[in-house]
């Protein structure tokens, strides 16, 4: 993965080809060769998730004169993951340059990144600002585009699969003929994803399964907000292998995976008021989508 990207050579004639006969205040002369890791605008984050495709002219300096291999700007690439500190499927990153004392003509000093909900978010700043490294550094969400308004500039972040909910604890406990995955959040669990036997998925299910769970104001033993006359809404459609039924009860709410000749290989249980119709419909679909199909009988 190349992370060192040299400094363009100019060319011998110059610019107009006969020599260096121009002075401007633009050049970037003396800037020196540039890291790949240390992105300094959204492009060149952009280009930083493939480091194949960057291009010197929006990074941070090198630091270590080429020397990648002992840099502390890789380490912490490697060792030091990002963690969004937000539980919602996409959140907005804001931009705020930061400019020196006494200065009139020279562009920013250095950037402050903001985690926000989105662009009506304005209670952002009792929150930890990243550093453009820090967010070279995220893993599990995927760069969305640009974003500009009146307040200034930022960029999107799209959660993804590979990462649980921010603050839902998944734990998972392996028996000899069933493995159980407990989704707790604030302490309390609020769903609970059986599966006999050998498990048929990866951690993509438990990752979207913690993505419909509701949060701490929802955690709770109170009962779920879904009504038996719901099922159907709730209910996923079938799949090629796999068909569903769900089972409303007072106090908790269950998806059962059918394979096979009605074979149950899967159920997940749902407990607690913050499990809304909208929310159980959604744990159901991350079923449908991520559960493997059934092994045929031998």
């Not at 705020?96 to 989105?118: H, I, K």
């Not at 907000?225 to 769900?246: K, L």
Request: with cysteine.
């Amino acid at each position: 993965m190349p992370i060192y990207l040299r400094e363009p050579e100019p060319a011998p004639g110059g610019p107009d080809g006969k020599g260096w006969n121009r002075l401007s205040l633009n050049a970037h002369g003396g800037t020196g060769p540039q890291c790949a890791l240390r992105p300094r605008r959204w492009g060149a984050l952009l280009e930083s998730q493939d480091t194949r495709r960057a291009r010197w002219g929006g990074f941070g300096r090198c630091i270590n004169r080429g020397q990648c291999d002992g840099c502390p700007v890789l380490q912490a690439w490697r060792g030091q993951c990002t963690v969004v500190p937000l539980n919602a499927p996409r959140a907005l990153v804001r931009v705020e340059p930061l400019f020196a004392p006494d200065t009139l003509v020279t562009g920013p000093s250095g950037y402050r990144l903001w985690v926000t909900t989105g662009p009506e978010d304005r209670d952002f700043r009792n929150r930890q600002p990243w550093t453009w490294e820090d967010a070279a550094r995220i893993r599990g969400w995927e760069l969305g585009s640009a974003y500009h308004d009146e307040h200034g500039e930022g960029f999107w972040l799209e959660r993804t699969t590979r990462v649980p909910a921010q603050g839902c604890v998944i734990t998972t406990r392996a028996r000899e003929s069933f493995t159980r995955h407990a989704f707790r959040t604030a302490r309390c669990r609020l769903a609970l994803l059986h599966c006999p036997g050998e498990c048929r998925h990866d951690d993509d299910l438990l990752n979207a399964i913690s993505h419909a769970c509701p949060g701490p104001d929802g955690a709770n033993e109170e009962q779920v907000a879904v009504r038996w006359t719901q099922a159907e809404h709730v209910t996923p459609p079938p799949s090629e292998h796999v068909r569903f039924c769900v089972e409303v009860r007072p106090m908790s709410l269950k998806i059962t995976a059918i394979g096979g000749v009605n074979v149950a290989h899967t159920r997940l249980t749902l407990s607690g008021s913050g499990w809304s119709p909208e929310r159980a419909r959604a744990a159901g679909d991350a079923l449908r989508t991520h559960l493997s199909p059934p092994r045929p009988a031998p």
